[in-house]
């Protein structure tokens, strides 16, 4: 039996639009060995305020970063939470947020990162469920309150892996935008460039892509000179100088394809304030201002992308300087690359016909990047394929895998039925994790499909779990009198 004890205060707080308390659990730092007996304070965000004694627990597998933005952004978990009778619960993910096992010296190195794996926040919410199933406020002791897990992108995997490994605490799932197949051998390490420079072309007549080919080595040459470089800064108004090449890779060129791969995932059909402020179809919006007429002039061709990048830099018209520091404001992106120096490996490369520069996955390069960086190579890059099975799923019962095709982690998701209780939804008009967002106007009626399939889903889910409970009831009353 696991042992827990509720720390800290409990306080109403309001960020957005949707209300919940925020609370504290004292969960293990170690849940595998019997060497390190510390715990830490799990953040958790929960309203009951639809909460039937007999309802389920919806239940979010936090991301790779402050789950309050995960939490607002998760709209239509609180949409049907009063449909259900559902306890919602947003659990905060450790290392990201508040959720810090050794305060602030926790990023500080290995020996401190190295809690720091999906297994062991997976086990921090099995340890969270245990303690709301078992605690007086939220549990209906006549049976189990059925949880029901929720997430996106990473989110989605770990939700999709929770009901894999520990069925017994978990119904089922909604994972969507899960890339549980991004990894070495099972998906082409070019596939989600190439959904991406497909995204750029749906939204540009073809011509964005080509632009943006145009561009990296319009930067460099560029950037290869003390003046050329001074007129970038000045250009594009950038808050820090570029002082080295190393600067120029992974200031400049790292940057951009982060924020290529941001508009694409938020390129959602209203204004947004998911990873940035951003406007509806905000690809549409960047490549808008590239123009074809100067793809031969370097100085125009540079000046058109710095305004285009202002589409994602400096939509509210606020910021006073470009940073490239940062691509997301909220999102962990330093521990998240320690996590894909370890057990997240995921390959990434792109050909020749791609709107990036060339380049094959070098794992070797990659392993000597993460030694220098974090001093931990890559050991097992297959890491996360022993330990969640790959693409051998078909033991797996009641999830759901929903993608949208405009989303370049699609190619690495679960994109045909695995089984008739594993199923895949496909968005053909879909960003990332649009069906988890909250009901608009605007939205394509592919996502209101998906949303209706998973309330379905779930619905299943319930009524088989309740009608097996009944049954086992009755057979252990049954028994009790015979």
Request: with cysteine; proline share 5%.
């Amino acid at each position: 039996m696991f042992k827990f004890i509720l720390v800290f205060l409990l306080i109403n707080c309001n960020y957005g639009k949707y209300l919940y308390q925020t609370k504290f659990l004292s969960v293990p730092v170690d849940h595998f060995s019997f060497a390190n007996n510390a715990s830490f304070k799990l953040r958790y965000l929960i309203n009951d305020t639809y909460w039937d004694s007999n309802g389920p627990i919806f239940f979010y597998t936090g991301n790779e970063g402050n789950i309050t933005v995960f939490a607002e952004n998760s709209g239509f978990i609180w949409e049907i939470a009063d449909t259900f009778g559902a306890l919602i619960v947003f659990a905060e993910h450790r290392y990201y947020g508040e959720s810090m096992p050794f305060g602030n010296k926790s990023l500080i190195n290995n020996s401190y990162l190295g809690y720091l794996s999906s297994s062991q926040a997976l086990a921090d919410y099995v340890y969270l469920i245990d303690y709301l199933q078992s605690n007086k406020n939220y549990a209906d002791y006549s049976i189990r309150n059925p949880v029901v897990a929720f997430g996106g992108s990473y989110g989605g995997m770990l939700a999709a892996w929770i009901r894999m490994k520990y069925p017994a605490f978990v119904l089922g799932a909604i994972a969507s935008s899960a890339p549980i197949y991004q990894f070495q051998g099972l998906t082409p390490c070019e596939t989600y460039n190439d959904i991406l420079t497909s995204v750029y072309n749906v939204s540009s007549n073809n011509n964005c892509p080509y632009i943006i080919k145009k561009s990296w080595p319009a930067l460099r040459q560029v950037l290869s000179s003390p003046n050329g470089t001074e007129w970038l800064i000045s250009t594009w108004k950038l808050c820090r100088p570029i002082q080295s090449k190393e600067s120029i890779d992974t200031l400049i060129i790292d940057w951009l394809t982060n924020v290529y791969s941001n508009l694409a995932m938020a390129n959602y059909p209203y204004p947004a304030n998911f990873l940035a402020p951003l406007p509806a179809y905000p690809v549409k919006e960047f490549c808008r201002k590239l123009k074809l007429e100067n793809i031969n002039n370097i100085t125009l061709l540079l000046t058109d992308l710095g305004n285009a990048l202002q589409v994602y830099s400096n939509f509210t018209g606020k910021s006073e300087c470009l940073n490239i520091n940062s691509s997301t404001s909220d999102i962990g992106e330093d521990v998240w690359d320690y996590q894909a120096c370890t057990e997240m490996v995921m390959p990434m490369c792109s050909g020749k016909f791609g709107m990036f520069e060339e380049e094959r996955w070098n794992f070797t390069k990659y392993s000597a990047d993460c030694e220098k960086r974090f001093g931990v190579p890559p050991i097992r890059p297959d890491l996360a394929i022993l330990e969640y099975g790959g693409k051998d799923i078909k033991s797996a019962s009641n999830i759901v895998f929903s993608n949208g095709l405009m989303d370049p982690w699609s190619g690495g998701g679960v994109l045909q039925d695995v089984s008739p209780n594993v199923r895949a939804i496909l968005i053909p008009d879909g960003a990332h994790h649009l069906d988890l967002r909250s009901y608009n106007e605007l939205d394509p009626k592919s996502v209101i499909s998906a949303r209706k399939f998973h309330q379905q889903a779930i619905r299943h889910w319930l009524k088989t779990y309740k009608t097996e409970n009944l049954e086992l009831n009755s057979v252990n009353i049954q028994n009790n009198y015979a």
